[in-house]
């Protein structure tokens, strides 16, 4: 099994910085794809970004120029910056991480406000 503990939510001011990180743990050996998704109220899941254990990443256009997702394999962690941030972007973030065996495994959610 693997376990999956998000941190770095909070409030933050239109145009500021948030970093999240994601720390997992358990059989982490199996794990391929690692990325973030996004709630807000009312709205359905997103994809914000995701990173391959080769670490090819891919963003989605909404955030694309203001987040940055990374991944450290040996401590196996993965990092979204997020820059720029904008009311929008106001969520609950999730991290995910999926195994060869094509289980995904989630986070509870950290929650990301960003305020005007």
């Known amino acids: 099994q693997v376990h999956l503990v998000e941190s770095g939510g909070g409030l933050v001011q239109a145009g500021g910085s948030l970093r999240l990180s994601c720390s997992a743990s358990?059989?982490?050996?199996?794990?391929?794809?690692m990325g973030w998704y996004r709630q807000a109220p009312g709205k359905q899941r997103e994809l914000v970004a995701d990173?391959?254990?080769?670490?090819?990443?891919n963003l989605a256009d909404s955030v694309k120029g203001r987040f940055t997702i990374s991944r450290d394999n040996p401590k196996n962690m993965v990092y979204l910056q997020m820059n720029s941030l904008k009311i929008e972007d106001t969520a609950v973030y999730y991290c995910?991480?999926?195994?060869?065996?094509?289980?995904?495994?989630w986070g509870q959610g950290t929650q990301v406000t960003v305020s005007s």
């Open positions: 995910y991480a999926d195994r060869i065996t094509g289980i995904r495994t």
């Open positions: 358990g059989t982490t050996g199996t794990l391929t794809t």
């Open positions: 990173i391959s254990r080769s670490k090819s990443a």
